[in-house]
């Protein structure tokens, strides 16, 4: 059990140091996130508004394939970007493999499927009769959306929470279409799965330790709003 002591104790040294390495993976990492939840969420929340609001023909098939898709795994993703984005693919000639927008067109499209299907859980489960009142209120289309995503705001916290999640925590679409380049797209996770084989467990504690610490902040942020709204 030395070796784990030996590791926190190298990981609060790292830390406190301002390791360059270590911070170059944290910096990655906040950047990769921050593009794809923008993105996820952008077209998520209209996506999931529209699939649990309005009653169309191809619904349920439609709402079958989102929660599928749930469920793929990151490597599968990552396959499937890599393919499109390698040479050979049809998004090749955009450069966007073994780069952060890479790896952020990837995380997009394992958040985006969490945020569409929580979100229109949420507005299904919204009170019927708000349309009706908001309606007879005078409301156009776009205050009809806004109040009603007003309504299920917390709902659209924790689908961005869960989103937010499954991004950080995620290594197969950062190490297949990033490549886990040193200096350049090497993420906190990819980055804890190396050095651990490396047998550095100081690096793997530190980075886990600051990956732990984004989790603490983004919940307590959320905690706040829900509070002050």
Do not use: C
Not at 118 to 145: C, K, P, Y
């Amino acid at each position: 059990m030395n070796y784990i002591l030996e590791g926190f104790l190298t990981a609060i040294q790292l830390l406190i140091r301002g390791d360059a390495e270590t911070y170059s993976a944290v910096t990655a990492t906040l950047q990769v996130s921050g593009y794809s939840m923008t993105a996820s969420l952008t077209f998520g929340i209209p996506l999931g508004f529209l699939l649990g609001y309005f009653t169309f023909r191809g619904k349920k098939q439609i709402r079958l394939i989102v929660d599928t898709m749930l469920a793929l795994p990151t490597v599968f993703i990552g396959l499937l970007i890599y393919a499109f984005l390698s040479n050979k693919g049809p998004l090749g000639n955009m450069g966007l493999l073994f780069s952060l927008p890479g790896i952020a067109f990837g995380q997009t499209l394992l958040a985006l499927p969490i945020v569409v299907a929580l979100s229109a859980t949420a507005v299904e489960s919204m009170d019927q009769h708000l349309r009706v009142t908001l309606i007879s209120l005078g409301a156009n289309r776009r205050q009809l959306f806004f109040s009603s995503l007003w309504e299920i705001r917390y709902a659209i916290l924790a689908a961005s929470l869960t989103a937010y999640g499954r991004v950080m925590t995620e290594v197969g679409i950062s190490m297949m279409v990033g490549g886990n380049i040193k200096w350049h797209t090497r993420t906190i996770t990819t980055a804890i799965a190396l050095e651990t084989n490396k047998g550095l467990f100081g690096m793997g504690i530190a980075l886990g330790v600051v990956l732990m610490l984004i989790a603490f902040i983004v919940n307590l942020s959320v905690s706040f709003l829900r509070k002050r709204y």
